[in-house]
């Protein structure tokens, strides 16, 4: 365990660890475009220099490893010197496009530029050009102007998602970012060649022109595309949720997410929501649906009642309604709708899984736990014969991933009584009529709960904003069907501390927070 | 915002300044009193006032020599704008040399106070506030300016072009 001292504080390391390892545990701010921890040194942005005691010339942090004793310093005007002058090699060719560039905003050279920035250019020659919005594949455009060409995508392509259809081609000045002939960026994981890029080279097409980062909040949660539980952050505004990047957790997925996980914002915007509940051809708000359809359940008794659940919920909500369904109706038939049981083992080796579910374990968890082995069979037979009169559902929230959705639909329907409980928009439950309620539910950035993944993880999601706020919960679901009313938490009302007793006290009231935000940039 | 204090001791003798102003208005008065004919009156809407070049009124949006848009849909105009008047949606366009364009701008002009921020945020001379400040309409919808009416309202005569040009820039490496 060597002890350096960074900066004048003492650090002390694993073994092998390199300086620019030793400042993030230190908490020292270094420059740095080409290194990133989850890819291999390269070394070629030249910018993460620093001065070591007893060595005349500055050094690389990314690639020289921390010794016993060793006195680092990136703070001194010699490596403020040094990284001005490295800045200005590679603003050399670089174009000041950015308000067209999608990264401004959170632009690594924009940044630095800030800090260390050569206002005045010393470059007598024009800038070379190179292409502009070159089509790398399904998913991602490329810039190669804007390129500093620190390579971390094609170490990507090389080292992560092992498909090497990226390269560095030509040579000096002229190098540019490409594909190999015939072989477009086109794998499962291309969009976190946009997340590494450090500046605004690489642009995800889906996210492309949408919207400026600055307009974007952002708030931590977990994919819910399958049952690996990538850790994310979700970017939104007012207008709905734009993007989804990885955040890093060792222990789950490091420090990628794959494409399809990315489209997860799809389905809990607006345009893609159910916005009211329907109960028997009535529009109505959700929880009025909800109510209604309580008094079918009530007047159906024991083992006509049964509850048809897919693993897209939290933890906490299946306890809610299985207890419900348990303890208030008598019923176990509590069911699980399987999407593709063949391919839930699959499993491409880096993060995506075949079990497109996030929450299977849990489901099988709380179910274990009341006892319940109803299989679908049960539920089938049960349809074909009417002893299953009311059946509540509680739909998938991403359908895309239930392929067989409308057979499903089609076999439940068969009920008397059908309540279902989805988020998104569906034409073909919309089109059902008879005796069916159609509950609008909340999805998982909407709500706080717990998902385990596939190997038995638990983890934590909390509330990031509210896209339909009339929508409920499966919990708030549960309590209305059993007849029972929704307690409101009260908010602790927003008032002055220092009021006169005898003023009149205003309505309580939340300020728009999209308001707040604007001064902070 | 730095504010400017004179707390010497003349700045405490306000009387005469105000006696100086006074005496301007009584002169002005006494003069329109016994010679009518020269009074300085203006038939309006007859006759109007100049103002000086420097005043900002409503905005215009520049256009570039072919008469396409010069805005990048950047929107620091839209953030920097105070009244939060300003909406942009950008959109790709065909032609990689543009690549980015707005396919829709839209000044809700009563809500603006004409600050002049969004024309100092422009980083490409894009929005500038122009001369004009008539501008009645009939009811609300007339008063949030499109596009269309921005940059090429019939007395912009087909737009009003930039001088810093896109191409021009490109050539010098820029």
Redesign the interface.
């Known amino acids: 365990m060597p002890k350096c001292t960074i900066n004048g504080k003492e650090v002390e390391v694993k073994e092998g660890t390199s300086i620019i390892e030793a400042m993030q545990v230190s908490g020292d701010r270094i420059a740095h475009y080409c290194w990133h921890p989850g890819l291999s040194v390269a070394g070629v942005c030249r910018l993460c220099v620093v001065e070591i005691e007893g060595n005349p010339r500055v050094q690389i942090a990314c690639n020289t490893m921390v010794t016993e004793g060793m006195k680092i310093n990136n703070t001194s005007e010699k490596v403020k010197d040094t990284v001005k002058w490295g800045l200005d090699f590679h603003l050399i060719n670089h174009p000041l496009d950015c308000p067209i560039c999608d990264q401004a905003g959170e632009c690594g050279l924009q940044d630095q530029y800030m800090e260390y920035g050569k206002y005045d250019p010393e470059m007598a020659e024009a800038k070379v050009k190179k292409h502009k919005v070159v089509d790398l594949g399904p998913t991602v455009v490329l810039d190669s102007e804007r390129c500093i060409l620190c390579s971390r995508c094609v170490r990507f392509t090389e080292e992560v998602s092992k498909t090497n259809e990226l390269g560095l081609f030509n040579r000096g000045d002229r190098t540019e970012i490409g594909t190999h002939d015939g072989m477009p960026l086109d794998n499962k994981y291309s969009l976190n060649t946009v997340d590494i890029c450090p500046v605004g080279a690489l642009t995800s097409k889906d996210f492309r022109f949408r919207q400026r980062v600055w307009y974007l909040k952002d708030g931590d949660s977990v994919c819910n595309g399958c049952s690996t539980g990538c850790n994310i952050k979700v970017y939104y505004n007012k207008e709905g949720l734009f993007r989804i990047k990885p955040v890093y957790n060792e222990q789950v997925n490091g420090h990628w997410m794959c494409d399809s996980g990315r489209n997860a914002y799809k389905f809990v915007n607006r345009e893609a929501r159910l916005l009211k509940g329907i109960a028997r051809g009535t529009e109505m708000a959700p929880g009025a649906a909800a109510k209604s359809a309580s008094e079918v359940l009530k007047s159906t008794s024991g083992d006509a009642v049964a509850l048809v659940l897919t693993a897209q919920y939290t933890v906490e909500e299946y306890e809610a309604i299985i207890k419900t369904f348990v303890e208030e109706f008598k019923t176990k038939k509590v069911f699980f709708w399987i999407n593709n049981k063949e391919t839930f083992d699959s499993f491409d080796g880096l993060l995506s899984r075949g079990d497109k579910n996030p929450n299977t374990k849990g489901l099988l968890k709380v179910m274990e736990k009341y006892g319940i082995s109803a299989t679908w069979t049960d539920l089938s037979a049960g349809l074909a014969n009417g002893s299953i009169k009311t059946v509540v559902v509680a739909g998938p929230e991403n359908q895309a991933v239930f392929p067989e959705y409308n057979e499903k639909l089609k076999e439940l329907s068969k009920a008397q009584n059908l309540i279902w409980m989805q988020a998104g928009k569906n034409e073909a439950l919309t089109a059902l009529t008879g005796n069916v309620w159609i509950i609008p539910m909340k999805t998982f950035v909407e709500k706080d709960g717990t998902f385990i993944n596939h190997s038995g993880l638990e983890q934590k999601i909390k509330k990031v904003t509210n896209v339909v706020s009339e929508a409920l919960t499966v919990t708030e679901a549960a309590l209305l069907l059993s007849g029972k009313n929704l307690a409101m938490p009260m908010m602790a009302p927003f008032m002055p501390t220092n009021q006169r007793p005898d003023q009149v006290e205003l309505e309580a009231r939340k300020k728009n927070e999209f308001v707040f935000r604007r001064g902070s940039l | 915002m730095s504010v400017m204090q004179n707390n010497s001791e003349k700045s405490k003798w306000y009387l005469p300044g105000v006696l100086g102003g006074l005496s301007v208005t009584m002169k002005h008065m006494v003069g329109n009193l016994l010679n009518r004919k020269k009074m300085m009156t203006l038939n309006y809407p007859e006759q109007m006032n100049d103002y000086s070049p420097r005043f900002k009124g409503n905005h215009v949006l520049t256009v570039k020599k072919d008469g396409s848009l010069r805005c990048?849909?950047?929107?620091?105009c839209a953030?920097n704008c105070p009244a939060e008047c300003i909406k942009i949606v950008?959109?790709?366009h065909n032609d990689?040399?543009v690549?980015?364009f707005p396919i829709a701008y839209e000044i809700d002009i009563l809500r603006c106070v004409f600050c002049g921020f969004c024309e100092e945020a422009c980083?490409?001379d894009a929005i500038r506030l122009g001369p004009e400040w008539q501008t009645p309409a009939l009811n609300g919808g007339q008063f949030i300016y499109d596009i269309n009416h921005l940059a090429y309202r019939p007395n912009l005569k087909g737009g009003i072009q930039t001088h810093v040009d896109d191409e021009e820039r490109?050539k010098?490496?820029?």
């Open positions: 990048t849909a950047c929107m620091l953030t950008a959109a790709e990689p040399a690549e980015k980083p490409v490109h010098q490496g820029i």
